[in-house]
């Protein structure tokens, strides 16, 4: 596992992308194929450390919150507040860029694959700061990595879109301030959180309408996309192409893809 350390500002690590909405967490796809993975979750853990109080931003249905810490969470959208579980906290309806807290307020922060949903990252992550006396922790995707995945030959214009919606590392790094550690987060082959690359040794389950629902991405895909890709994928399975080029994969425990946690203190 490789971390590398920035300080404020200082370190170029992918390309510039367009803002997306605030928080639109009520354009997620949440599916019975999202379930939090416990390895994924002992990142987060390990990141967050002995923080007692946690504030969640884009929270949605509370995905990776932890009994072991109080948590505060934040969802701007009504429909994901609604079907947050009722041994969670109730959510604030508030945006990552105007948090209505003081500064100070938490021991630790956190925003899990959400910040490329917000329309101004470099404020939320400013305002995260402002709120947060201790790390602030983000799961995020390097969109610099995003294409270097199998599927780029398959569905090319899925990764673009996710290329694209996912800030940049150093845009974060540098609206964070102090110093940050940005560490891979491994994806272990049976991963229960199902976003594209959790499926890199199980192509097969890509071919699903319902697992691929769960990607906000392939939203972006009209029908006649949707199809091709089914057809490609289907070929290459059936004629051996896809295992002669990565069927490696398959029997890989865990794989270093785009999943990267982000550790800021001050």
Same mark, same amino acid.
């Given at each position: #596992? &490789?971390?590398?350390?920035?300080?404020?500002? %200082?370190? $170029?690590?992918?390309?510039?992308?367009? *803002?997306?909405?605030?928080? $639109?967490?009520?354009? +997620?796809?949440?599916?019975?194929?999202?379930?939090?993975?416990?390895?994924?979750?002992?990142?987060?853990?390990?990141?967050?450390?002995?923080? +007692?109080? !946690?504030?969640?931003?884009?929270?949605? @249905?509370?995905?990776?919150?932890?009994?072991?810490?109080?948590? %505060?969470?934040?969802?701007?959208?009504?429909?994901? +507040?609604?079907?947050?579980?009722?041994?969670?906290?109730?959510?604030?309806?508030?945006?990552?860029?105007?948090?209505?807290?003081?500064?100070? #307020?938490?021991?630790? *922060? @956190?925003?899990?694959?959400? &910040?490329?949903?917000?329309?101004?990252?470099?404020?939320? @992550?400013?305002? @995260?700061?402002?709120?947060?006396?201790?790390?602030?922790? &983000?799961?995020?995707?390097?969109?610099? /990595? =995003? /294409?270097?995945?199998?599927?780029?030959?398959?569905?090319?214009? =899925?990764?673009? &879109?996710?290329?694209? /919606?996912?800030?940049?590392?150093?845009?974060?790094?540098?609206?964070?301030?102090?110093?940050?550690?940005?560490?891979? !987060?491994?994806?272990?082959?049976?991963?229960?959180?199902?976003?594209?690359?959790?499926?890199?040794?199980?192509?097969?389950?890509?071919? $699903?309408?319902? =697992?691929?629902?769960?990607?906000?991405?392939?939203?972006?895909?009209?029908?006649?996309?949707?199809?091709?890709?089914? %057809?490609?994928?289907?070929?290459?399975?059936?004629?051996?192409?896809? $295992?002669?080029?990565?069927?490696?994969?398959?029997? /890989?425990?865990?794989?270093?893809?785009?999943? =990267?946690?982000?550790?800021?203190?001050?």
């Amino acid at each position: #596992m &490789v971390t590398r350390t920035y300080d404020s500002g %200082t370190h $170029d690590i992918g390309h510039d992308s367009g *803002s997306n909405r605030s928080s $639109d967490s009520g354009n +997620r796809r949440h599916t019975h194929h999202r379930h939090p993975d416990p390895r994924i979750a002992r990142f987060i853990a390990q990141a967050l450390g002995d923080a +007692r109080s !946690v504030l969640n931003v884009g929270a949605g @249905m509370g995905s990776y919150e932890s009994a072991a810490h109080t948590i %505060t969470a934040v969802e701007p959208s009504l429909a994901l +507040r609604a079907q947050r579980p009722a041994a969670l906290a109730t959510a604030v309806d508030a945006v990552a860029e105007d948090l209505p807290f003081t500064d100070g #307020m938490f021991d630790a *922060s @956190m925003a899990l694959f959400s &910040v490329h949903q917000w329309s101004d990252v470099e404020a939320g @992550m400013r305002e @995260m700061r402002r709120v947060t006396r201790g790390p602030v922790v &983000v799961l995020t995707n390097d969109p610099a /990595r =995003v /294409r270097d995945f199998w599927l780029y030959e398959y569905a090319p214009d =899925v990764l673009d &879109v996710e290329a694209r /919606r996912h800030p940049p590392l150093r845009t974060l790094t540098a609206a964070l301030g102090g110093s940050t550690t940005v560490t891979p !987060v491994p994806i272990p082959l049976d991963c229960t959180d199902g976003f594209n690359e959790a499926y890199y040794g199980r192509p097969e389950l890509l071919l $699903d309408p319902a =697992v691929r629902q769960a990607g906000s991405a392939w939203s972006y895909l009209d029908d006649r996309a949707r199809q091709d890709f089914d %057809t490609s994928l289907r070929h290459a399975l059936g004629s051996g192409a896809w $295992d002669a080029a990565f069927g490696h994969l398959r029997n /890989r425990p865990a794989y270093d893809g785009s999943l =990267v946690l982000l550790r800021s203190t001050p």
